[in-house]
């Protein structure tokens, strides 16, 4: 859909061109025609008016409120019942109406977008509904059921329409929801549907949520229940630290199971998916967390506070959730068997690609050290110092993928986490403050001069690439 901004950036060249004769009056009229030069005066009016019936809308919402609020105390239950539910059937039919209304596709899909706005405005109506109804029927209920049961309302209504506005609000209810209730997990809760959603929401999110982004074909989406998933996910490890599994083994599986599992994700493992649509998506949080994992256990007194306490230090966590781990890591398994096993294109050889042979590296390593240092032996001189290599590693790869591919995202992404290992280090260790300001300096003129030169460097090799 072409927008009104580049019609008339259009519409100003081409009267240039006819000016300087590059183009005659045919060509004109024929891009005049094409892409309606005439009805660009007219749209900005008809925005005005469009701005002037939402103001009033606004109003005559904020009327109609005041007057349900004002006589809400002396209205029966069943009118109560219905003014909800007519206002809910009312704006999401109008919504629907006319967001599957064909567009014209030089306009802006005037029609389209209210119906999309009507759509979302009815989402959130579906919150004050279950509110108001729960009040009406006298029926209480926590806040974070409030949004889980709304989120879950909103994202069947992007299901049947593969809006991803509605996809974008359910995934953030849900979201708000599970993070309000999540400390309920921790205690001892009576049996409901709903405690059982919060407690499998890892499940919900990996099979409902993500089919969801493929629906829409969003990225937004994806990202956004990977943000759910993966806390959910370490929360689900936590009911193993009442079993009798080593705690050095258990804080292992905690820092490289999530890390892991995005690494070896593939698209192409769901059924009638044949493009790997979100793949770099997920490599990159897992780098993403690894950067954040390599800077957090990098520091000495991170590793002198890690001392394993042999006392009972059970909590109360359902082992129901386990269910949720054990999927999730056949998931795992199964997908890191599939970066190891022939491809099409090497089908006599078995092993990982050189850049998944190094995350595996930093996998086996980072989980190893955490197993020998609660385990076997405390070594926190030793693992601060691997992990700063590991973090050193991780930079400096980040920084030559990012010249090698031009990449913007991977070679900032180096400069930041390097320059971050530095500081830090400055700032964790007695050093003199004309030393932190050396340091700061150097790193300040450091990232200008990188900076500048790998713009000269993107420069050169888009020149390159377009002759």
């Not at 030069?37 to 005005?48: C, G, M, V």
Request: net charge neutral; hydrophobic share 55%.
């Amino acid at each position: 859909m072409i927008n009104e901004k580049f019609r008339r950036q259009l519409r100003h060249e081409a009267q240039l061109w006819q000016e300087e004769q590059i183009i005659d009056n045919s060509v004109y009229q024929q891009l005049a025609t094409r892409y309606q030069f005439n009805h660009l005066e007219t749209a900005a009016s008809s925005r005005f008016v469009m701005i002037l019936m939402g103001l009033g809308a606004i109003l005559l919402g904020l009327g109609v409120i005041t007057f349900v609020a004002a006589n809400w105390q002396d209205w029966s239950k069943e009118l109560k019942v219905i003014l909800l539910l007519s206002l809910f059937i009312g704006v999401n039919a109008a919504g629907f109406y006319l967001w599957q209304q064909p567009s014209d596709t030089l306009e802006v899909g005037r029609k389209q977008r209210l119906g999309q706005g009507l759509l979302i405005f009815g989402a959130l109506i579906l919150g004050a509904n279950i509110a108001l109804m729960g009040q009406i029927f006298h029926q209480s209920g926590s806040a974070h059921e409030l949004f889980l049961v709304w989120g879950i309302g909103v994202l069947v209504m992007s299901y049947s329409l593969q809006l991803t506005s509605l996809g974008f609000l359910g995934l953030l209810l849900y979201g708000i929801g599970y993070w309000i209730g999540a400390s309920n997990l921790f205690s001892l809760q009576p049996f409901s549907i709903l405690n059982l959603v919060l407690e499998h929401t890892p499940l919900i999110a990996g099979f409902l949520f993500i089919p969801l982004a493929y629906r829409c074909q969003s990225r937004v989406l994806f990202i956004m229940t990977l943000l759910i998933l993966i806390p959910a996910l370490q929360i689900s490890i936590f009911p193993l630290f009442n079993s009798s599994l080593p705690e050095g083994l258990i804080f292992a599986i905690l820092f490289v199971f999530t890390p892991a599992l995005l690494w070896s994700y593939d698209d192409t493992s769901w059924p009638m998916i044949d493009s790997r649509l979100f793949q770099r998506s997920a490599k990159t949080l897992s780098i993403i967390l690894l950067a954040i994992l390599f800077f957090s256990l990098s520091f000495n007194g991170f590793w002198n506070d890690l001392i394993v306490d042999n006392s009972d230090n059970s909590m109360f966590i359902s082992q129901f959730i386990l269910i949720d781990f054990y999927v999730f890591l056949g998931i795992m398994f199964l997908q890191w068997f599939q970066l190891i096993k022939p491809s099409a294109i090497h089908p006599n050889r078995w092993g990982f690609d050189s850049v998944t042979s190094v995350i595996a590296g930093f996998l086996g390593l980072t989980g190893f050290i955490c197993f020998w240092h609660l385990q076997i032996h405390a070594i926190p001189e030793i693992a601060t110092f691997l992990f700063n290599v590991q973090m050193f590693i991780l930079a400096t790869g980040l920084i030559r993928i990012g010249l090698a591919q031009t990449q913007r995202f991977a070679f900032w992404g180096g400069m930041i986490l390097l320059v971050s290992q530095i500081m830090s280090r400055t700032f964790e260790y007695n050093t003199e403050l004309i030393l932190k300001a050396f340091v700061f300096t150097l790193c300040g003129v450091g990232v200008i001069l990188a900076g500048l030169w790998f713009e000269r460097h993107l420069l050169a090799a888009a020149r390159t690439q377009n002759r």
